[in-house]
């Protein structure tokens, strides 16, 4: 009984089973199928197509090619869905599917110009009936593996379209109006980027949390939401991750990206940027309005296609941004191969305004070229050295506009030559504060031919420069006044010292020929004649063995070539209160000047010499070798004793009258060669004591010669072959007159035959020497020896007497 029982009990399963197979397979496939596509086309008003229906004991129901179609697109379709739902809730007409399981689906997500998006207008905006709206769906989860989605947002214009693939979705109610959702995809571009994300998203409240990782990102495919805001993405990849945020029209993110390799054009601006970055967003769809903030940490960024610099390099730094500024402190980069510190502000990015704080350590033989060559600013020297410079820069990147340039350069050895004058200036020590157009520089210390030197001054314009200088040594003080333009410098004001010399000089120089400096300039100059060398020098060599000094003070005209004075047309008035030539003292000296291709003329020379006076003219060709030079003077009223003081016979007692007029010629460099002539005359001449004299008088008198004294003496007088010699001295008093010849070399050798005769009132005045006395009133002296040392012979003079005989006879 019990086993037919079993039998029974084991058809019935198997007649049931067939049941559930025909069932399944047969008649619920096909209801099922019909429900879906009814419930789900009459919910969405889309055409819903399914190719099949069943039930699986471990997926639950399982539908095949599942597609949602309106007239222009495919909204979803998948081969695969599988969902598990609850029976209880059957009984009260309610499906409740707690898993809805979608394998390689095709999601087609459209953003509509009024922010709608349409899988959530067809799938969520309202209740889901199925059985003719007898029983009702609910979804608890829904999971997405193997998707695309094709993404497109008609709210941009043109409508912005992006695919997505790899896409993992999971998807949940949290009730009681929440969706939670995690989703991992990847994004196509030339490298898929990869992204995961977590979120929220509150129906009723329609606010939207998103957490997101990205990698491989390429952001500049998504420009086109930050056109409107006038913001370029750059090209390139970026690795980020990102709190965003959707609610009542606005958007919040905060971010924070690291990337390589960022390339980005603004305006005339190109970058290449590796960075971290950290910032916080917000948009405001209606307003269209985006602010934003944060720090960039700036990693080997490169900007190309720079005004003025062409590239900078390396710029490594932190950068705090927001949409209004940018700004940072601490900034290292490499311009024109420079290494450089620097600050950066853009206070007002709507206005942009570049400011540009840089500090570097710089060799400065390419400073000059790189301020030339970058900046327009020329500097007419070459510079070598190390120095250290600073630069404030202000301009407008987007406006062809020369820049605000204000900086400093300061250095500590630098070597300074100037285009005007290849002597450098060495060891320059100090600082120079510039700007666009101008140099500012206050005690700056250099060495000059191995003299120290400070100077302070101002030079402005560098094209065509104006320059206001102070320069000292220990033997310079110069205040100058000047401008350059085309190498031309033109002296407003040159006025200083050197040493004991004093100079103002105005005019033009010409610097175009280094070998040819031409100038055309006028002035007044105060020296010392003792220590005048250049620029007189030539004339110094005339004078090198008179021991000339004394203060001269020369106003001139000078026009000509500074490297050849001696060749340069000058007009001088040279003036002096006293000088001395020879030991001589000239008073109130006064001398006319002129100077033409290489001849010196002398128009005009007048003074004041010992009581009386000194005219004289002359010349000197500066040109020829051995400088020959010819002089023409005049002498009146010169009192001897008053010039006795300044020579050896300051002692002796000696006076008179001296006139003379006398010529000289002959080359300063060979006193051997001198000529000279002219005539010499003398009133009231007290002469005993002269070496010379003295011993004639010894000779001629008893005593007591000293008193008598020359009313009037004469002589012309001739200077050749290194001797002075007269043929027609004459010497008389009222007791004695002198006649004869005289030769006095310049190695102080003398020979002379001097004729002595007696007046009347000589002879009674007894005073005659015994030996003058012997030969009565006529005698012949022969004088020899030096003038030092004269030694005498002393002969009647027998043609005197014998005249004397003739004449007392007839």
């Keep these: 009984m019990k086993k ?49 229906a069943k039930l699986d004991i471990f997926r639950g129901l399982v539908l095949k090619d599942l597609a949602a179609v309106d007239e222009n697109s495919n909204i979803l379709t998948s081969k695969d869905v599988s969902c598990r739902f609850l029976i209880l809730p059957l009984l009260k007409k309610q499906i409740v599917i707690t898993s809805l399981k979608f394998d390689s689906p095709e999601i087609f997500v459209e953003r509509f110009p009024d922010n709608s998006i349409n899988i959530v207008e067809t799938f969520f905006k309202k209740p889901l009936l199925f059985m003719k ?14 998707g695309s989605v094709n993404f497109k947002d008609d709210t941009l214009d043109p409508p912005f379209t992006k695919e997505i693939k790899n896409m993992a979705l999971d998807g949940r109610i949290s009730f009681p ?16 980027a990869s992204l995961k994300s977590s979120g929220e998203y509150k129906i009723r409240e329609k606010e939207l949390s998103l ?20 913001i370029e993405l750059p090209d390139g990849k970026i690795d980020a ?98 290494p450089v510190m620097a600050m950066v502000d853009l206070p007002d990015l709507g206005n942009p305004i570049m400011k540009i704080d840089a500090a570097a350590g710089l060799d400065l033989t390419t400073l000059k070229d790189i301020l030339k060559n970058n900046f327009y600013i020329n500097i007419p020297a070459e510079i070598t050295g190390q120095g250290e410079l600073k630069l404030m820069l202000q301009y407008k990147p987007a406006v062809s506009e020369h ?39 206050s005690e700056v210390a250099f060495k000059y031919m191995d003299a120290d030197y400070k100077t302070s001054g101002v030079l402005t314009n560098f094209d065509k420069p104006g320059v206001d200088l102070k320069l000292s040594s220990d033997r310079l003080a110069l205040q100058s006044l000047l401008a350059i333009n085309d190498k031309i410098i033109t002296l407003s004001k040159f006025d200083g010292r050197f040493d004991n010399s004093e100079f103002s000089i105005q ?198 010669f000293n008193s008598v004294v020359f009313k009037e003496g004469s002589c012309d007088f001739f200077i050749k072959e290194n001797r002075a010699f007269t043929n027609n001295l004459i010497m008389k008093s009222d007791l004695l007159n002198i006649y004869g010849t005289l030769m006095a070399g310049f190695d102080n050798s003398i020979s002379a035959s001097l004729k002595a ?29 030096t003038l030092k040392e004269p030694k005498y012979k002393i002969r009647p003079d027998l043609t005197s007497i014998v005249g004397d005989i003739a004449d007392s006879f007839f």
């Design 403 to 441: 820049p605000i340039i204000n900086g400093s350069l300061g250095t500590a050895g630098a070597t300074l030559r100037l285009e005007y004058n290849k002597i450098p200036l060495e060891h320059v020590k100090g600082k120079i504060d510039f700007t666009r157009n101008q140099l500012i520089w």
């Design 507 to 704: 005019g033009d120089i010409d610097t175009k020929d280094p070998t040819n400096v031409a100038a055309d300039v006028s002035g007044l100059v105060k020296f010392d004649l003792d220590a005048a060398k250049e620029p007189f020098k030539k004339i110094m060599d005339i004078l090198k063995n008179s021991k000339a000094s004394g203060r001269m003070t020369a106003s001139f005209n000078l026009k000509g070539n500074l490297s050849d004075l001696s060749r340069a047309a000058i007009d001088a008035e040279v003036t002096s209160e006293s000088l001395f030539i020879y030991g001589l003292k000239i008073d109130d000296f006064s001398m006319g000047y002129l100077q033409r291709n290489g001849i010196m003329n002398i128009a005009r020379v007048s003074s004041s010499l010992y009581g009386g006076v000194l005219d004289a003219t002359g010349m000197v060709d500066l040109i020829s070798k051995d400088l020959p030079y010819q002089i023409n003077a005049d002498i009146k009223n010169l009192k001897i004793e008053k010039i006795k003081k300044d020579t050896v016979f300051k002692d002796m007692d000696i006076s008179g009258s001296m006139q003379a007029h006398f010529g000289v010629k002959g080359f300063s460099n060979d006193l051997s060669r001198l000529n000279a002539w002219g005539k010499i005359s003398i009133l009231n001449g007290r002469l005993w004591q002269l070496n010379l004299f003295r011993g004639m008088g010894a000779l001629l008198f008893k005593s007591d």
């Design 241 to 338: 991750s990102a709190a965003l945020y959707f609610k009542d029209g606005f958007f919040y993110a905060d971010i924070d990206m690291t990337s390589l390799g960022l390339i980005f054009s603004q305006d005339k601006i190109n970058a290449n940027l590796n960075c971290g970055l950290k910032a916080k967003v917000k948009y405001s769809f209606n307003n269209k309005e985006l602010t934003y903030s944060g720090d960039l940490d700036m990693k080997n960024l490169a900007l190309s296609d720079l005004d003025y610099v062409g590239k900078i390099d390396d710029i490594r730094g932190k950068v705090a941004f927001s949409e209004a500024k940018l700004s940072s402190r601490n900034i290292t980069c490499t311009v024109l191969g420079v």
């Design 4 to 52: 037919i029982f079993f039998i029974i009990l084991i058809f019935l399963c198997v007649l049931a089973a067939a049941y559930l197979v025909y069932l399944n397979e047969i008649i619920l496939p096909e209801k099922i199928r019909i429900a879906v596509v009814d419930g789900l086309s009459g919910a969405t008003g889309k055409n819903v197509t399914l190719a099949s």
């Design 757 to 785: 005769e007696f007046t009347d009132e000589g002879i009674d005045a007894g005073n005659i020497s015994d030996i003058a006395g012997a030969i009565e009133r006529y005698s012949i002296m022969e004088i020899g020896g």
């Design 133 to 146: 709206g007898e029983y009702s769906l609910t979804i608890l989860r829904i999971i997405l593996y193997r």
């Design 211 to 230: 957490d997101i990782k990205a990698r491989d990102l390429a952001i500049s495919e998504f420009g086109a939401y930050f056109k409107k805001a006038n």
């Design 177 to 192: 109006d929440k969706v939670k959702f995690d989703a991992e995809f990847d994004i196509s571009s030339q490298l898929p």
